[in-house]
């Protein structure tokens, strides 16, 4: 019989059971060393394909559209193409220790580039949509060796920031461009023509990848300042498509609909490692993924074409998804809906479990985890709202933390403090030196960043992000309880709620609001509404402003940063509308600062050059009581 997990050594051809505490330490009593079947990525991608050779790695739908001719690749096919592209990063020059970073959308040589790189030596995904000067930090804090990326196809930007930045990376020895022309004279080479003369059954050098050994850079900023990069090994990875691959019961032949990017390890990791050495297939949705609306509108004729197993994503691609009329598609193959990257509203989640009568499994963690680090067991009640227990072999703690993040005390059942955790998964530390300072509580123990509790029975329940806590008159505000009230509202598609700074208050809580298609509704209404749901009245927002659509993250969280810029820029407008003048405008912007986190920027325009000091006096009046940083430009 074909074992269940062809990472783990020791299971057999049924799943184990977690349905109790007790079931769970017995299978942790074996050491996990013991249990884990695969060292590097690379042998845990030629163990998956192991179990059927010919069945399908990869399906690409170039169009997302059901009725599109994919292009199929076998797991025969896909172990070969990595081998090769690593062969081919090993011909320019790359060894263990060298980087290779890549600028690519969802396209089939992505898959073929991230692992072949972390075979030859260390990947470094970037986000192509990060505007140039961002990309180019990132590629020089990673030391970029050889840059793999998108060439001069239409639609899309890559090529022309490659060209911005190239001069700019000092240890840049060649980029291999995918979809172009090798250019020997710029050091340019074609991977798809000279990616075919490499080797596809061996390594070149024969290279042995430890666990140990650094397998790729993910960047968790990379917009203001130096940006951070998680270390991983490669047992960091492989524990993340072990631990996956387990508690999903990813079943080797399954297929499972693909559209979070590369650049992050919910699409690198837990999707895309976990399914393929498992054995199963992943059907990418054109190379934009979740981001093509198209996507999104065939959802369910996708679900009944290819038949998913688990159908998962990001809260607003779950959301999203809700609105589509499932209109008599088969969606019967589906027996678990999952979720993570932020938290799933639970009215979502109840949909889901009454819509199709299937758990809704939560999931949590962190890049600096390697991903999911906790999820709701499938053999045990699921508390929607909850983010479930640690995948085995992990743990977590709620602390106390003191001013330079270390941890105090170990918070009591039910009582909330910072998210810290521990296991094979979690990181050893960023690139850098100088982000490691707050970033562990205690010694392997990661800072979260995030508030939670634990409750007697061991569930994680997240409660917010820690800078997401709106601080109103000394009093701490959980913005997710109120966002729980807004999604409960039949008209409420998404909904964000920030801090907006107060001049007396500090912060006040303001609701950023998209509606459902076709849905209307009073924001009187919709407030009245949240105010019979939000049991603290000082937590209810003091205004709703409707939006098209919220600010997403590339992988589609939503982007608070930007509501809170927003909401600053309209409070500092308002209070200096008394200084504009027909000669003289003042315009306001608010952004990112690498000093102060976030800054507002009055530019003064018109103002004679002996009057500047009284306008800036008057601004600094005005602004100084504000918790943000202001500075005054004169143009």
Request: some cysteine.
């Amino acid at each position: 019989m074909r074992p269940a997990h062809p990472l783990d050594r020791l299971i057999g051809d049924e799943w184990p059971a977690f349905a109790s505490d007790a079931q769970l330490r017995a299978f942790e009593a074996t050491p996990y060393a013991e249990r884990i079947a695969a060292q590097s990525t690379y042998e845990a991608l030629q163990r998956g394909a192991a179990c059927d050779p010919d069945a399908d790695a990869i399906v690409f739908l170039p169009q997302a559209e059901p009725d599109d001719t994919p292009m199929r690749i076998s797991h025969r096919q896909f172990v070969g193409r990595v081998t090769q592209a690593a062969n081919l990063f090993t011909e320019l020059g790359v060894g263990p220790g060298d980087v290779v970073s890549l600028l690519l959308p969802l396209v089939p040589q992505s898959f073929f580039c991230l692992f072949g790189a972390e075979a030859a030596g260390i990947a470094n995904p970037v986000n192509p949509l990060l505007e140039a000067g961002q990309i180019a930090e990132i590629l020089r804090a990673a030391n970029t060796k050889v840059l793999v990326a998108l060439g001069p196809v239409p639609g899309t930007d890559i090529w022309a920031k490659v060209e911005r930045i190239r001069d700019q990376l000092p240890g840049l020895k060649a980029i291999v461009v995918v979809g172009g022309e090798s250019d020997p004279a710029r050091a340019v080479h074609g991977f798809d023509a000279l990616v075919d003369r490499q080797p596809a059954d061996r390594l070149l050098g024969g290279r042995q990848i430890a666990a140990s050994d650094t397998a790729a850079y993910f960047h968790t900023g990379g917009t203001t300042g130096m940006p951070k990069l998680v270390r991983h090994t490669h047992g960091n990875q492989v524990y993340q498509a072990w631990a996956v691959g387990l508690m999903l019961r990813v079943r080797a032949g399954a297929p499972l609909l693909f559209g979070l990017p590369l650049f992050h390890v919910g699409g690198a990791l837990t999707q895309g490692l976990a399914q393929l050495s498992a054995g199963g297939a992943i059907v990418v949705l054109s190379p934009s993924g979740w981001r093509n609306p198209v996507a999104v509108r065939n959802v369910w004729r996708l679900v009944e074409r290819f038949r998913p197993e688990v159908f998962g994503g990001v809260p607003t691609v779950l959301g999203a998804a809700l609105n589509v009329p499932v209109d008599g598609a088969d969606v019967s193959s589906i027996r678990i809906c999952s979720g993570g990257g932020s938290a799933i509203p639970v009215p979502i989640g109840r949909a889901y479990a009454q819509r199709f009568e299937v758990p809704v499994v939560e999931v949590y963690g962190m890049t600096e985890t390697s991903s999911v680090h906790t999820l709701a067991y499938l053999d045990r009640p699921i508390r929607l709202g909850s983010v479930g227990h640690p995948v085995p072999y992990s743990r977590v703690r709620i602390v106390e933390v003191d001013a330079e993040g270390r941890a105090t005390r170990d918070c009591a059942v039910g009582e909330s403090g910072v998210v810290a955790m521990s296991g094979p998964g979690v990181f050893s530390g960023y690139l850098s030196d100088s982000h490691n300072r707050e970033a562990f509580v205690a010694p392997g123990w990661v800072n979260s960043g995030d508030l939670g509790r634990l409750d007697a029975e061991g569930y994680l329940w997240i409660t917010g992000r820690a800078k997401d806590l709106i601080i109103r008159g000394g009093h701490n505000i959980d913005p997710m309880a109120i966002e729980e009230v807004f999604f409960q509202h039949p008209a409420v598609a998404q909904a964000s709620v920030v801090g907006q700074p107060d001049v007396y208050a500090g912060e006040l809580p303001i609701a950023f609001v998209q509606l459902k298609p076709g849905a209307a509704v009073e924001a009187a209404d919709l407030l009245a509404f949240v105010a019979a749901g939000t049991p603290e009245r000082a937590a209810l927002p003091v205004e709703v402003l409707f939006v098209e659509a919220l600010p997403l993250t590339a992988v589609g969280k939503v982007f608070k940063p930007a509501l809170r810029w927003q909401a600053a820029q309209r409070v500092a407008l308002r209070l200096l509308s008394d200084l504009q003048r027909a000669d003289r405008e003042l315009t306001v912007e608010v952004g990112a600062h690498a000093l102060h986190g976030s800054l507002v920027t009055v530019a003064v325009t018109g103002a004679a050059t002996g009057d500047r000091e009284s306008v800036a006096r008057q601004i600094d009046e005005r602004l100084d009581p504000l918790v943000l940083k202001h500075e005054t430009v004169w143009r």
